[in-house]
């Protein structure tokens, strides 16, 4: 496997993740417990030929890579990738189409000959140079750019039957839902950090939750996102997700989360972003006490805030 031009693996810090971990943040270096991230299907060994007659790059050599944390492959200016579901890559391209981020560039997606945004499990944008950087107040402010620009997007219709691990723990962290977790792996820091929840008035709207060893970033240090994952919840939470993985799993000093007091309702986001990757750290089937630590730094770090 080639690491591409515009990947550069983040070092780790602290316990190495359970097994099962995301394919796309393990290989950003990013998170030791699970996250509302999808395993990323498998590459293959080859590209099929029809998805390359169908994107049109069967004149350019594809090269198998890995870019953002994601197996995918290079063809010229074109990347193709496998996509884990494909009513979400579709309605994510779809967005993406024609979203305007100031200050962030978008990997613009690509039809297929026939207009389609997937075929067959695969999809396509241009390829986008850049690094995943443990450059994390600048991941935060592109969090705040693309929210300002999801603000207007309509809540997607894919969401309104979810009922995974993932929309459970968000729920659980908001209050919506009581959860019954592992005291050893998290239901006890969660029961206790669950005693700081107040009630907070912000809107929810579409929000990328999973920005955290996503974020590319090229040789000038102008940020780019590759896809969204959709989720509905306060933009401002969002942020506070990725003070929680870079504290947790990404070695952030612990003056990241004071930095960002200005945004509003900060202390309460910080908390629902930790108790939500707490709850899902708790049922992952791989974890222990031991993985559990990035967790509870991350915690001592927000703790002084609530």
């Known amino acids: 496997m080639i690491i591409a031009p515009g990947?550069?693996?983040?070092?780790?810090?602290?316990?190495?993740?359970?097994?099962?971990?995301?394919?796309?943040?393990?290989?950003?270096?990013?998170v030791a417990g699970v996250t509302a991230a999808p395993v990323m299907p498998p590459a293959g060994t080859t590209l099929p030929v029809h998805v390359r007659t169908a994107f049109g790059v069967n004149d350019v050599e594809p090269r198998p890579v890995v870019w953002a944390g994601r197996r995918a492959w290079h063809c010229g200016d074109v990347l193709v990738r496998p996509v884990p579901d494909n009513v979400v890559a579709a309605w994510s391209a779809a967005v993406?189409?024609?979203?305007?981020?100031?200050?962030?560039?978008?990997?613009?997606?690509?039809?297929?000959?026939?207009?389609?945004?997937?075929?067959?499990?695969?999809?396509?944008?241009?390829?986008?140079?850049?690094?995943?950087?443990?450059?994390?107040?600048e991941v935060i402010e592109a969090s705040v750019r693309l929210h300002a620009a999801t603000a207007s997007v309509s809540r997607p219709r894919l969401l309104d039957d979810r009922d995974d691990l993932v929309s459970r723990s968000a729920a659980g962290a908001f209050g919506e839902r009581r959860l019954t977790l592992d005291p050893a792996t998290g239901g006890e820091l969660y029961s206790q950090l669950a005693e700081f929840r107040k009630p907070v008035q912000l809107t929810p709207q579409l929000v990328h939750p999973e920005l955290f060893g996503a974020v590319l970033f090229d040789e000038?240090?102008?940020?780019?996102?590759?896809?969204?994952?959709p989720c509905w919840r306060p933009a401002q939470w969002a942020a506070a997700v990725i003070v929680v993985d870079a504290l947790a799993w990404g070695g952030a000093d612990e003056e990241l989360p004071h930095r960002w007091t200005h945004l509003e309702e900060w202390p309460q986001m910080l908390l629902r972003a930790l108790l939500h990757r707490v709850a899902l750290h708790a049922q992952h089937p791989d974890a222990s006490p031991r993985t559990l630590a990035g967790l509870q730094r991350a915690a001592g770090a927000i703790g002084p805030l609530l």
């Open 7 to 30: 990947h550069r693996p983040i070092a780790r810090h602290g316990d190495a993740p359970p097994r099962g971990t995301p394919e796309r943040l393990r290989g950003a270096g990013s």
């Open 96 to 137: 993406l189409d024609g979203l305007q981020v100031e200050g962030v560039r978008i990997a613009r997606p690509l039809r297929s000959s026939d207009g389609r945004w997937v075929v067959g499990g695969w999809a396509a944008c241009r390829f986008i140079p850049g690094y995943v950087e443990p450059r994390y107040d």
């Open 220 to 229: 000038h240090g102008m940020p780019a996102v590759i896809d969204l994952v």
